[in-house]
């Protein structure tokens, strides 16, 4: 049997979904929805089912199984409330929400209709960080210190506003961020620092290619962040990012644990201990691990291990950083941020 999937959102990201999920003999894609409806039929044209560009007329047409949301930060919230409302199972693309309300919004229909949830933070699943996770799992941890580091912009508008995409923090380096809770734990408060180094505005005659670009009009996100945690158990951290144009893609950590020095290079893991060196270097299919984590769960056979609420409590380490930064480099607590009851 086959869970019957719809993807909502068929942009960028969709993309590897739909494929993973056409590969895979336990996922029937039945639908696509985008509210731009010509991206919806593109999609169902290359992957199957049929194309909606309204939610709800999909939930109502073709009542899938589970959904698989893949909208910028800015466009969540109703989709997810109304699809807990009805049953329907989901996958959803971090960050999950681009402020708390709308995350807390959903998490209570979440929890109110009992649904199965998962967060697509793939490289939690990589093989060679779970290994690395275990090995760290008894030995006090020191300082998790992380960087994500992109060579360009994403050529979307909604990625360089602030209340659509949400920064860099909030969209992408969210996922060293919940990594870093996955490694060490939760964390409890966080000091922030941006800055702006770079004139974004086009210069003349500038023609974006595909892919990554250089210039965008209207720029208005820090291209450049720091943080310093402080996690629960008393291990600190740091994070810096950046998206100033340079050569390469570069996101990891390195982990100093008792009797450990671990290093994670995007989905691979090495590591130094007592026992020896051990280098892991993640399967080809790694990425698609946590959509088939979540289907696998929806058919009753194991669980989603990065549910909703997972989510919402690394959402709140962006929004604590940029609070921070607010407040001119206070310390601001994840308390403060969350909602009550997490
Ligand atoms: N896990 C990862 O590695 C990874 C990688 C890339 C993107 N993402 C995440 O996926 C999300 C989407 O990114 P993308 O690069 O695919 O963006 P995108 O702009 O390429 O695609 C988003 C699509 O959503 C559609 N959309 C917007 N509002 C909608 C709504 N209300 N209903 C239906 N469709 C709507 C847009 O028309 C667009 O086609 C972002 O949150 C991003 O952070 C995750």
Redesign the pocket.
Known sequence: MAVRLGF???????NRHLSCAQRHDDMEIVAT????LE?AQEAADKYGGEAFED?EKMYDDVEPDAIVI????F?HGD?EEEAARRGIHFFV???VAISMEMAGRVLDAVREHDVITQV?Y?FRLSPPIVKAQKMLSDRAIAMVQAHYYMPGL?N?S?WTKMDMGGGQLV??ATHMLDLGRFLAGDVKSVIGKTSRVRDWEPPAGYEPGPGLVEYAEGFEIPDTTALILEYESGSMGTLSCSLVPQVAWDNGFKVVADGALLTIDGPNASWKTDDGDVEEAAPDNWADLVLVEFVNAVMGEGEASIPYEEGVKSLAISLAGYESVDRGCEPVEIAEILPEGI
């Open positions: 909502v959102g068929t942009g960028g990201i969709a929805c985008d509210v731009v991206r939610f893949c909208t910028p930060p466009a989709i693309e971090k960050p697509g793939m994403p979307k909604w969209e992408q």
